[in-house]
């Protein structure tokens, strides 16, 4: 069974960083096509960033140069590092596993 774990969001003011993590059990990310979602109040769930075939990474159009998704092989767990955020980056922040999706952690970016 897979179960996926986020940590990390919080408050934080704008222009400020913040560091998601999401351990993994079940869901091998160094084979697996995993990513890292956002679904913000009233709008649908999007994608953020993924990492795939590797090491090969994407990214939205509205975080690249700023997230920087990562993952450590040794300890199965997947990081987004968020820097420079704006308020529109207010989101509850997924983690997604070959299908499965983690509990979600909130991050909020005052103005």
């Known amino acids: 069974q897979v179960q996926l774990v986020e940590s990390g969001g919080g408050l934080v003011q704008a222009g400020g960083s913040l560091r998601l993590s999401c351990a993994a059990s079940g869901c091998i990310f160094s084979v697996a096509i995993m990513g890292w979602y956002r679904q913000a109040s009233g709008k649908q769930r999007e994608v953020v960033a993924s990492m795939f075939g590797g090491d090969r990474t994407t990214y939205a159009d509205s975080v690249k140069g700023r997230f920087t998704i990562s993952r450590d092989n040794t300890k199965n767990t997947v990081y987004l590092q968020m820097n420079s955020l704006k308020p529109e980056d207010t989101a509850v922040y997924y983690c997604?596993?070959?299908?499965?999706w983690g509990q979600g952690t909130q991050v909020t970016v005052s103005s």
């Open positions: 997604h596993c070959g299908g499965y």
